[in-house]
């Protein structure tokens, strides 16, 4: 298993709450604010994104790169941070 970040483990750990769009792993500022523009100022909407895709890798790393701009590494680092907290927490 690849080596996690600690904002991956920090957002894992805990409830969803209103944890802001910035807290997502693999998502800096630039790229948040760009998703908060477009209507998702907390995470928990991305997750809803999550969800209505399946939870499914390419569809959800497809959709967060046209809507925020994010490259493939950064994609696939917020899907992980998503996929890893519904295991734990759903």
Known sequence: MASRTRKHNDFVSGPM???P?????????????????????RANMVLG????????????????????????GQAADCYQALHDWCQQFL
């Open 49 to 72: 994104q999550f969800l209505v895709l399946g939870q499914s890798r390419e569809p959800f790393v497809s959709w967060l790169q046209s809507a925020s701009h994010c490259n493939d």
């Open 17 to 19: 709450r209103d944890k």
């Open 21 to 41: 769009t910035s807290s997502l792993p693999g998502l800096g500022e630039k790229a948040a604010g760009k998703l908060v523009a477009q209507g998702y100022p």
